[in-house]
């Protein structure tokens, strides 16, 4: 048995590139797949790191909804519960302004405690403490802040509150974390709550309060029955685990897919290696098997080898996964999540890294297995007498198989049911790939036929030869395997990537106007003031509610619109067909709502059905009467009109102001920044918006682009092991040919060819392969609530086939090379 | 007692394979092992003649120099009165393609290509159209005995027939020269047999010029002359 150890540990140093090979596919894979499993963690940390800044330890949060009596909360409910909790603290939130020396408006978020209370359950470190009782008027702010307008603790500063003036002395300054985490925007500043509680002219009520249920207290039943007591609130996790869950889970589905492609291949390199080692080793185990090891012996030091790999891989992979976590939530940072207070956080669960190491070593074993079992199933008499029988009988069972799985890829899509997207989905882009690699060999054959009636006019005899030579060429087919399974990866996401990027480009096209804004007052006289501004032509109040409920309890609206009757249409183009006024005139005439075409197949609704909205004033059913095409709000948004919006959302004021202008956009938000400075605003041009989500969403794809520029880099590495061992194969071959008189130049000439014909078929079928994947995406995405239409981009079909070609190419420089300089007579002399 | 024939040297018959002073020495690290000493030999036009020699003596060697597959440490090789030594790769490949066709004992077929297409190889290296050659490898296969193979690939075929593919496609290109490194080394008296009546019918027929290394008496009894090789020199 040593011995036979020794030689599989013999033929690991001698093919050290296959190894590597090997090695390197187990480890992406497993590392890949650790990272895009932590990933999901990692931005559940991100994003719970970022709520724990507000609500510190607590575990319950009370505070006033749209339709509650006041936006304050009593304390006094809270008080009843005492035994069962470790603490209920209260906080007054309010803003302020600060004018800096240089005029600069700086929003200030103010939290009203009690210092005692907020240093027990989210404690503020202090750089410097003034010494002094914490009440009356006094602000702890934040370093950055003091530090920029050059304040220390004594000084005292000015703020605007609800529009009058207060002056404050700085208590302490905090350093800059939890609560005073820089956000780029705003600057928080704790005040005493009591103080607040008298600008405010509330006594006895919070904004929000809160609760740390006491040890051994069940949540849940806190939960109820603090709602009982605070019937018209909204009592409610601090931290919302299910809804994050949720979110989180949509981002892991399309980096699972990726993983999908990364392992398929790795699947696949194993797999080929395997039949190439197992062929080798085949001799040792013949005549080890012939001495007496029984079959089980020998398949036991084929398979230790195969699991010494998965392990390896694995324990590699494992290491490499928290480097590209890392990497990825870094990346992640580019989406956007700096700017609102996230931190890069990289957090993982242990068993997600076994499992990650487990995975590595049963994609070792799984894909090698076959490979080994038939070797172990040959009898030992043609192993030893190496009579192993070649297979002549050609068999069709692969076409037939091949043909079956690609019907199946083209027609199962559309019936993949939303709750097992992901499976399914996995599934279907592993039989596609499959069936293609199934198929390669039979596509093959057609170009090869093409290419050899074509070369001869093109490359002359030399073409003919190559397009011969490549005729059932073992180490072709696997070439273009690999190099159609990294091209179609990688055309994947660029697809989508620009399929996306052309949706939202669309999407922008249709908001017929340049700026949004919003005021701390939205109402009729903010509008009549704006209209006064130079430059802006027209403006128009939109009324909004986010995130609303539907009747089930479970699906929710992004967002609801209350539509302006005259004017809707003009800001945003939906695209009807009908007259606009027709149509509006139909949405104010009852509860009518037009809805996305998104959610009509989402919801499977027609015209005339009804749909349930929560609403502040209870469940309200609105007909449908019409669809519409956005991308907006991932297309999970529906109209009714301003008159029912008001009645029902019972919202008065407006969400956003949207503004039309008639001079430069950027001059025109100066000139709204300057009067209306005092109050807090938020103002965007569109075409800001547009850029910022551009570059958002391009940051995402950036993330997948690793994993499929990873897939692609094993694919190549995977092409130069062919490469090798095909010249090795070759080498008796071409020595003839140079007998026979090819002289060198014709030598390079033929391999050149045949590896430009190979990356031709190669990057085709993975042009092939790829759409075939690309077009189960809409189905997945739709599954995730993103109704993305797929636009393909001919360029990029056409630089795949270009790419297949260069990596063929540049793959067979070294044994075009090669090919002119060996011994012609050391390769022909011998058997 | 019966002496090998000899065909009379006259006036008209060229001399299409001459070596002077041919030398070949192999460098083994600081070892030069010296294989070719001073070799000088002349082979006329139809010729048949066979090389013979212990194993390791150096006979193969000297096929491969003749036919331009290695280079000689000093001496030159005239083919066809044209000095090989002064030729660049490019020259040497087209008088290997035209005007010389080799014979290996391990046949040495291009595996995936088939029957039709190995023979047709030096055809498509000579930058011919393989349509215009068609009458020519019918008329080959025919002489071979494999027209009934033309499409089978060479490991559906046994040696011998193996063999006859490898001669099939050194006759292609009607060369006046053909080389064979042990040409039935490989075979059983039978199929040898068959091969060298072949390679005389070959010979006697088309006046193709051959040299053949052997190991066999029977079979050097086919050639006209035989050439002994021992230690790297030649004893006529
Ligand atoms: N590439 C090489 N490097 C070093 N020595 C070589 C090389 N090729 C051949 N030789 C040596 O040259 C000598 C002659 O070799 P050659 O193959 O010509 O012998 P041969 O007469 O054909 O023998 P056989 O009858 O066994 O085929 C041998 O001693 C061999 O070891
Ligand atoms: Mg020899």
Redesign the pocket.
């Known amino acids: 048995m040593a011995i036979i150890f020794k030689f599989v540990l013999k033929s690991i140093k001698e093919k050290k590139f296959r190894a590597f090979l090997i090695l390197f596919s187990i480890m992406m894979s497993s590392a890949l797949f650790f990272a895009a499993g932590a990933m999901s963690n990692s931005m559940e940390k991100m994003v719970v790191d970022r709520i724990r800044k507000v609500v510190g330890s607590s575990e319950i949060m009370i505070h006033a909804g749209s339709d509650s009596p006041s936006p304050f909360v009593s304390t006094a409910g809270a008080e009843r519960f005492k035994e069962k909790v470790d603490y209920a603290v209260g906080c007054i939130t309010g803003s302020a302004v600060y004018e800096t020396e240089k005029k600069e408006h700086i929003r200030l978020n103010l939290y009203g405690y009690s210092l005692e209370e907020l240093q027990s359950f989210n404690p503020i470190s202090f750089s410097t403490y003034g010494e002094v009782p914490f009440v009356g008027k006094r602000l702890i702010v934040s370093s950055l802040f003091a530090k920029e307008n050059s304040i220390s603790v004594g000084d005292n500063i000015t703020i605007t509150i609800r529009g009058s003036k207060h002056r404050f002395s700085i208590a302490g300054i905090a350093n800059d974390t939890g609560l005073f985490t820089d956000d780029g925007r705003t600057s928080a500043v704790v005040v005493p709550r009591e103080t607040l509680a008298a600008v405010y002219g509330v006594k006895g009520s919070v904004s929000t309060i809160f609760i740390k249920p006491a040890a051994g207290e069940d949540k849940g039943e806190l939960i109820r029955g603090l709602s009982r007591v605070y019937e018209k609130y909204k009592v409610a996790e601090s931290i919302p685990m299910e809804d994050i869950k949720r979110e989180t889970d949509s981002m892991t589905i399309p980096f699972m897919m990726m993983v999908v492609m990364v392992m398929l291949i790795s699947v696949f390199i194993i797999y080929t290696s395997f039949r190439v080692i197992t062929a080798e080793l085949m001799p040792v185990v013949g005549t080890f098997r012939s001495i007496g090891a029984t079959r089980k012996m020998t398949d036991i030091v084929l398979l230790s080898q195969s699991l010494i790999y998965g392990i390896i891989g694995g324990a590699l992979g494992c290491i490499m996964g928290i480097g590209i976590l890392w990497v990825m939530s870094r990346m992640m940072m580019n989406m956007g999540f700096n700017s609102s207070g996230f931190a890069a956080a990289i957090d993982f669960e242990p068993q997600q890294m076994g499992f990650a190491f487990l995975s590595a070593v049963l994609l070792s074993i799984v894909s090698s297995i076959i490979p080994i079992l038939k070797a172990s199933k040959l009898p030992v008499k043609d192993i030893v007498l190496n009579t192993i029988e070649r297979k002549t009988k050609k068999s069709n069972w692969k076409l037939i198989a091949g043909l079956m799985l690609f019907a199946a890829v083209v027609t199962v899509p559309p019936f993949i049911p939303r709750e097992h997207a992901l499976i399914v989905n996995s599934a279907v882009m592993t039989a596609a790939c499959i069936s293609i690699v199934l198929l390669i060999p039979y596509i093959t054959h057609v170009f090869l036929r093409i290419f050899e009636a074509i070369y001869l006019y093109v490359f002359g005899n030399e073409g003919v030869l190559a397009a011969k030579n490549l005729r059932d060429n073992k180490n072709m087919l696997n070439n273009i395997s690999l190099l159609a399974m990294g091209i179609s990866t990688i055309l994947l996401i660029n697809t989508i990537s620009f399929s996306v990027f052309k949706e939202v480009t669309n999407g922008y096209k249709n908001l017929n106007y340049d700026i949004e804004l919003s005021l701390k007052d939205m109402d009729r006289s903010a509008l009549a003031s704006l209209r006064r501004i130079e430059g802006v032509k027209d403006v128009y109040g939109s009324y909004i509610t986010y995130d609303v409920e539907l009747s089930d309890g479970k699906s929710r609206l992004i967002a609801l619109i209350g539509a302006d009757t005259k004017k809707h249409l003009e800001y945003y183009d939906v695209g009807f067909d009908e007259s606009h006024e027709v149509l509006l005139e139909r949405l104010s005439q009852d509860r009518n709502i037009f809805i996305s075409k998104a959610l009509q197949t989402k919801f499977k609704l027609n015209e005339g059905d009804y749909m349930t909205i929560k609403t502040p004033s209870g469940y309200r059913d609105y007909k449908v009467i019409g669809f519409f095409d956005s991308i907006m709000w991932n297309g999970q948004v529906g109209f009714i009109s301003d008159k029912y919006f008001i009645m029902d959302m019972k919202q008065r004021s407006y969400t956003e102001i949207l503004i039309k202008t008639s001079e430069d956009v950027d001059l025109v938000v100066d000139r709204i920044k300057t009067k209306f400075k005092s109050t807090s605003t938020y103002i965007s041009t569109i075409r800001d918006m547009e850029e910022r989500n551009q570059n958002s969403n391009e940051a995402l794809f950036n993330i997948f682009r690793i994993f499929s520029i990873m897939t692609m880099v094993i694919g190549v590495f995977g092409v130069l092991n062919n490469y090798a061992i095909s010249f090795i194969e070759r080498k008796r071959g071409l020595a003839m040919m140079r007998s026979m008189g090819m002289n060198k130049l014709q030598t390079v000439k033929m391999i050149f060819i045949e590896a430009l014909s190979g990356g031709l078929i190669g990057g085709t079928i993975g042009v092939i392969m790829g759409v075939l994947l690309i077009m189960t995406v809409p189905y997945v995405l739709r599954a995730i609530d993103l109704p993305i239409k797929i636009h393909y981009s001919v360029p990029m079909l056409l630089s795949s086939i270009l790419a297949g070609v260069v990596v063929a190419v540049v793959a067979s420089i070294s044994p075009a090379l090669k090919s002119s300089k060996f011994?012609i007579?050391?390769a022909v002399?011998y058997e | 007692m019966e002496a090998l024939k000899r065909i009379p040297i006259t006036e008209a018959q060229r001399a299409v394979i001459e070596t002077c002073s041919l030398y070949k020495t192999?460098k083994?690290g600081a070892v030069d092992?010296e294989?070719l000493k001073d070799i000088n030999l002349s082979i006329h036009e139809g010729e048949f003649v066979s090389i013979m020699?212990?194993?390791?003596?150096?006979?193969?060697?000297?096929l491969y120099l003749i036919g331009g597959l290695d280079k000689p440490t000093a001496g030159s090789i005239k083919i066809n009165s044209k000095e090989l030594s002064v030729m660049k790769d490019k020259e040497q490949s087209i008088l290997r393609r035209r005007d010389i066709g080799f014979v290996f004992q391990f046949y040495n077929l291009i595996p995936n290509l088939n029957i039709e297409d190995n023979i047709m190889l030096p055809i498509l290296l000579d930058g011919k159209r393989i349509r215009d050659h068609r009458k020519k490898l019918d008329e080959i296969l025919e002489v071979v005995g494999l027209t009934d193979r033309r499409g089978h690939t060479p490991r559906e075929l046994s040696g011998g027939q193996q063999q006859r593919v490898a001669i099939a496609r050194a006759l292609i290109n009607e060369p006046d020269i053909i080389l064979a490194?042990?040409p039935i080394g490989n075979l059983d008296s039978k199929t040898g047999t068959e091969v060298m009546e072949l390679l005389r019918k070959i010979n006697k027929e088309k006046g193709k010029t051959i040299v053949q290394?052997t190991?066999s008496r029977e079979s050097a009894a086919y050639g006209d002359r035989v050439i002994n090789?021992k230690d790297g020199r030649v004893w006529q």
């Open positions: 011994n007579i050391e002399k | 192999y083994l092992v294989v020699g212990p194993s390791g003596s150096g006979k193969s060697t000297l490194d042990e290394v190991h090789v």
